[in-house]
């Protein structure tokens, strides 16, 4: 038998068996997602942690020597090589660490 508490105190009025059962089941509903919640919010925590720790963006070298008398206007970076694009209307490809020129790739412009 169960009983139920009213504003004036206990009622020993006993709880249909079927009201009973579905308190029961709400009651686990809840636990079950506080639970779900809380283990939710650590899950966002602990990526945040991993992703804030991770280094941010690409490699870029401390310096790159351009050819003499080159300046640079652009530059890109690809997966194995970097990219300059110069005032003289060329590419210079250098590789990753940006110590060796690879190639020297001219600009075309027009036909």
Do not use: C, K
């Not at 686990?28 to 779900?36: C, G, H, K, N, S």
């Not at 941010?56 to 070298?61: A, N, T």
């Not at 970097?82 to 005032?87: E, N």
């Amino acid at each position: 038998m169960v009983t139920r508490m009213t504003e004036t105190g206990m009622d020993d009025d006993p709880i249909p068996e079927a009201e009973a059962r579905n308190l029961r089941f709400l009651r686990r509903l809840v636990t079950v997602l506080t639970a779900t919640m809380i283990l939710g919010v650590l899950a966002i925590v602990i990526l945040l942690v991993i992703r804030l720790q991770a280094p941010s963006g690409p490699y870029v070298p401390d310096a790159i020597v351009l050819p003499e008398g080159v300046t640079a206007t652009a530059y890109t970076q690809g997966t194995g090589w970097i990219a300059i694009v110069t005032d003289a209307d060329e590419i210079l490809i250098y590789d990753p660490d940006g110590h060796d020129l690879i190639r020297r790739i001219p600009i075309v412009i027009g036909n």
